[in-house]
């Protein structure tokens, strides 16, 4: 039985396995012992401990009584909302340059060319202290801020004026998520009709009707609030209102507008893989371009752009942690801090890779889900 | 059926691959002297306590404590070797055993006392938070209370995050804290009017006020808001050399205080009746003895750098700092050499 192959591979895996938990077994029994050894704290009670330290920015409530652990779940939070706004800013930058670096247009081709070699060959770091630097050293300081109709463009970032919080407000929000939910199941009805009955009732205007009439409605029975909050300059800063960060700008731009050069050769890939037997069928179908490139197109060429567009997603995220260079409080910003005032580098450090490999597993099995469902059907 | 094959039988020997592992650190002494150098964890670029000089050799009162230190040691003030670390590289560093000393302005606390496997052998400068405005951007700002609401730039990786936390709870205040990683992005941001002020240890603002063209634009507000003392950190557990740390701080006070220089040092060693400066100097008791070191370890620190005031009048006079808490003890400052015997 010894000699059996499948017994043999199995020892060997078996073996292999053994060898590398002894390894990590090994070391962490060496890192405890080590660290002990030198009165070095360890554990995670740290993060129940007060973290009086300050953040400047948040999306939960948060002030220097709470814990590390909340600071770094502020980081996170912070982390996460970065990522996500440049992931959505990157997808349609990078689909719209990867159209253009194939159209006929000649200088519309060439600009989205010389954009793309631009921007993906000078490092990500550069450009981010490009950007804040631009923001905060061309711009005007907050006493002398430029006036966007109600808006200021200052050093401080922009001061827009903000709804004051409403239930109507709230109810306007879920509105155009319900008008967002609405348009996708009739569109899903109409391609389902089209199919059977050849005809497909309209979908673009009962949606944007929905869009508008819905969050309206909302607004309106849930007593139809108009007060918004101004900003207004008060002594070193605007206050009231919603003042969107140089940090987060500068962040927001640098890691979008790198990313995009990246997704748009992706783009250009996935367009040029698709044969071109598809567009001159298409195009003796009767379709327009713009019809040709939504309806057979894009369609086809998401199967090979799936893949390496995960990756790039990945990346943003990871990248996004460049942030500490220019001063927002991400999760690695705030977790050096609490590195610092703990001392307990391992644990914050492993806390972070942790944290990082699980939000990089989640996007990359969303978009494994979503790449199963869009592969293509061999029928 | 497991005795059949080799390989079956080499199963076993697998599992005897796990043995505990003890780590040996010898003592840093030893280390050093084996070596021929002094592994010095200095400040990236911190104008008086660590900076490069002109001649692109590193300078500052944290450096002469290594030189004096590697002059004691090893006989000559050159042996170091500077590792400049940032403010959050630093204490894995030393824990790592990267480095055998930090001389970078650290301050001195309890947590870091306790529970960082780190120990502190003297203070080597009195320090305190402070912050600092443009004035001509800001004329109204005269005290720290004015800063209500603004936005502070401030270095992650000190204790001034949570101390300015700290001031603004305890009196009422808010401070939005723009954080930055790195002591030239920070004071960048400052400058730029990205924030209000900008706030770290009162010398580390002197530090970049004076290679400013315009520090006259710049004023530092009177509030003092924490006690930053700054000390040498070094692993624990190494008494050895724990004590060269300690007493070389001691020595070079004690060398100021008994009017022992750079340049007399020699000749106060043969000419001084000066009980103190006897045992300082080697010449009568066997302080160096006790540390592991021989009779001269004193004198050549002295040789190298001069007693604490020389270094200070050299490093963090150019600075515009007056001695103040740094001065010694009969000189109205906190500075107290304890004694040598």
Known sequence: MCSSERFRNIVYQLALLSLIGALMGYAAYNLVHNLESRAIAIGFSYLGQEAGFDISEMLIVYEPKHSYARAFIVGLLNTLFVSLVAIVAASLLGLIVGIGRLSPNWLLRKLAGAYVETVRNVPLILQLLLWYGVLTELLPPVAEAIVLGPAYLSQRGISLPWPTAHAGWWAALLGLLLAALLAFLWARAAKRRRDLAGRAPAVLWPSLAAGVLLPLAGWAVFGAPSEFSTPTMAGFDFEGGKTVSPEFIALFLGLSIYTAAFIAEIVRGGILSVSRGQSDAAEALGLSRGQRLRLVILPQALRVMIPPLTSQYLNLTKNSSLAVAIGYPDLVSVSNTTLNQTGQAIEAITLMMAVYLAVSLAISGLMNWYNHRVRLVER | ?341
């Open chain 2, 1 to 341: 059926m497991f005795n059949k094959k080799p390989l079956c039988r080499s199963l076993a020997a697998l599992s005897l691959g796990v043995a505990a592992g003890s780590t040996f650190a010898g003592p840093t002494l030893d280390a050093i002297k084996q070596r021929g150098t002094l592994v010095c964890g200095v400040h990236t670029g911190l104008t008086g306590f660590s900076a490069p000089d002109k001649s692109g050799k590193y300078a500052g009162i944290d450096v002469d404590y290594c030189k004096a230190l590697a002059a004691a040691i090893l006989g000559s003030p050159d042996k170091v070797k500077y590792v400049p670390l940032t403010a959050q590289q630093r204490f894995t560093a030393l824990q790592s055993g990267e480095i055998d000393l930090l001389s970078r302005n650290t301050t001195w606390n309890s947590k870091r006392d306790t529970t960082m496997g780190s120990v502190f052998p003297g203070v080597w400068f009195y320090d305190g938070q402070a912050f600092v405005i443009n004035s001509k951007k800001n004329p109204k700002v005269k005290k720290l209370a004015d800063l209500n609401k603004a936005s502070i730039c401030v270095e992650t990786g000190t204790t001034t995050e949570r101390n300015m936390a700290d001031y603004a709870r305890a009196n009422k205040l808010t401070f939005k804290p723009v954080v930055f990683e790195g002591q030239e992005a920070t004071e960048k941001a400052f400058q730029s009017g990205r924030c209000d002020a900008y706030t770290t240890d009162s010398s580390g603002i002197a530090a970049m006020l004076v290679n400013l063209p315009n520090k006259g634009d710049y004023t530092v507000l009177p509030e003092i808001i924490s006690k930053e003392p700054l000390a040498p950190m070094l692993r624990r557990n190494d008494q050895e050399f724990f004590a060269i740390a300690r007493w070389m701080i001691y020595a070079l006070q004690q060398a100021e205080e008994s009017g022992v220089t750079q340049a007399n040092v020699l000749r106060m060693k043969a000419e001084s009746k000066d009980p103190a400066v006897q045992r300082l100097t080697g010449a009568t008791a066997e302080v160096g003895k006790g540390l592991g070191l021989d009779a001269e370890w004193a004198v050549r620190a002295l040789q190298a750098v001069g007693n604490y005031g020389e270094s200070y009048e050299r490093n963090i006079k150019p600075l515009g700092l007056v001695r103040g808490m740094n001065a010694l003890w009969n000189k109205g400052g906190l500075m107290y050499p304890m004694p040598l015997d």
